[in-house]
């Protein structure tokens, strides 16, 4: 049997039993974007289609300012199918295989992301001469306006909110000691990146994360970010993480060299491919 839910933007349309149940039945199929899936991000998606043949919610991606279709399928011809036809969404976790069939039905790729790993921060040390800064809350909106300023110069980066560095540093992504790190000039705050550690419970030990590495665009090209990075990878050594991760899309060539220069080394795994679809007759 099919089920087939409709509810409108705003309203909570799943509860938490509701949302364990259908990550859950997502499981059983052979392809899906539910792995990452949390219940907190998903609270105003509604359900399209649940059946044998796919799951698929809709809803709006916070993060990537859009809308964004969530699924699980044994098939792209049965996504395809199911896909919405107007407005703008965003397709996350797309096989590589299914990437030719998505194209010809009016999807283009946004960003590939591929995971970087420094495996080991044995010869970080700390630079007395780095200008090292941990922002307070009061100034979120100005780390927000950086990143936001930023907005497209790589395929995937879009920015994000003051709503998203608050959720940053509540730590509700399980993330441990999160912080936001400045980086300033002559007073003005020009540089900004986003860390914290994770995994813990790891053999191996804790891992620093760090990403929204942002710099002014008038600031560029003056090695901010990768004083930025440094400043990350200290921070992380100091709260006892063993190793740095970080993602990057495929396609930012300078931002690979810089990490790749700083040690880290791209995961043999293939990366994530993201798609989008954008609005009809644009």
Not at 169 to 188: C, D, K
């Amino acid at each position: 049997s099919q089920r087939i839910t409709a509810c409108f933007r705003g309203v909570p349309c799943l509860d938490k039993a509701e949302f364990d149940r259908i990550k859950t039945h997502a499981a059983d199929f052979t392809q899906s974007s539910f792995q990452y899936a949390e219940f907190e991000e998903l609270t105003d998606y509604w359900l399209l289609r649940e059946d044998d043949g796919l799951i698929l919610l809709r809803g709006y991606n916070n993060e990537a300012h859009t809308d964004q279709c969530l699924w699980a399928a044994n098939s792209v011809d049965n996504l395809i199918t199911s896909l919405p036809t107007r407005n703008p969404f965003l397709l996350t976790f797309v096989p590589r295989a299914w990437v030719p069939a998505l194209e010809a039905a009016g999807l283009t790729i946004r960003n590939i992301w591929h995971d970087y790993f420094r495996p080991n921060l044995d010869d970080i040390q700390e630079d007395p001469d780095t200008e090292f800064e941990i922002l307070s809350p009061d100034e979120i909106d100005a780390a927000s306006e950086i990143t936001l300023q930023c907005r497209g110069q790589s395929r995937g980066f879009t920015g994000q909110t003051p709503e998203w560095f608050r959720q940053w540093l509540s730590g509700s992504e399980g993330i441990l000691n999160p912080a936001i790190l400045g980086y300033r000039m002559n007073g003005e705050l020009v540089g900004i990146v986003c860390t914290g550690l994770y995994g813990g419970e790891q053999e191996n030990g804790p891992i620093v994360w760090i990403r929204e590495v942002a710099v002014k665009p008038n600031h560029q090209g003056k090695g901010i970010g990768r004083r930025l990075v440094m400043q990350a990878l200290q921070y992380g050594k100091r709260h006892g993480a063993r190793k740095a991760f970080l993602a990057v899309d495929e396609e930012n060539l300078g931002a690979v060299h810089l990490y790749e220069s700083l040690g880290f080394i791209a995961s043999e795994e293939p990366g994530e491919i993201n798609m989008v679809k954008s609005a009809a007759g644009s």
